[in-house]
């Protein structure tokens, strides 16, 4: 079962993601942090902050691979389609054909939660933009045929409770 668990930027997915490691969960770290350590490391200019769209092409491409790699009960920082909006945001052309092909089991969506929203040296956006961004991406999903589960506003253990409640019965188990 492949589990993509997206949502608005600084709402806790990437502490749930890290929760779900903890329990002995397969889980597939966020591409954009990636590809910003990568083109840091490398001097790169693929960064969102100064050439959105190669980021974007990058995030696809790594989501793609690292959908195709997983195998058993996986757990996504994000997915195929947050790479498709991404590069829709910057006026290029939408790879639709990675949403038919590459398709997750279940989506769960992190609503937006200005509580605990915080920049940091690769959130450098906006709480605005991070809102205007949550939407573009939720419609994208609801629009590629996801049924959407809501995060709630939980403790990260209670969140992580709440992920593996709701994916009883699937393909997966932990790897503890």
């Not at 960064?47 to 790699?69: I, K």
């Not at 790879?95 to 989506?107: C, I, W």
Request: net charge negative; proline share 4%.
């Amino acid at each position: 079962m492949l589990v993509v668990i997206s949502g608005c930027s600084g709402a806790g997915k990437s502490t749930l993601l890290a929760e779900l490691a903890r329990r002995g969960y397969a889980v597939v770290e966020e591409p954009g942090r990636r590809i910003i350590a990568q083109e840091r490391a490398g001097d790169g200019s693929a960064l969102p902050w100064a050439d959105a769209e190669a980021f974007g092409r990058r995030a696809l491409a790594m989501s793609v691979t690292d959908h195709e790699a997983a195998q058993g009960l996986t757990f996504f920082d994000r997915g195929i389609v947050d790479a498709v909006v991404a590069i829709a945001a910057c006026g290029g052309v939408l790879p639709v054909a990675s949403l038919a092909t590459n398709r997750y089991d279940r989506l769960f969506l992190a609503p937006p939660w200005p509580e605990i929203y915080e920049n940091d040296a690769d959130r450098r956006h906006s709480l605005e933009t991070a809102l205007r961004d949550y939407e573009r991406v939720r419609r994208a999903y609801l629009d590629a045929g996801y049924q959407a589960i809501m995060l709630p506003c939980d403790t990260v253990s209670a969140r992580a409770d709440f992920v593996l409640a709701n994916c009883q019965g699937g393909s997966g188990r932990s790897r503890q």
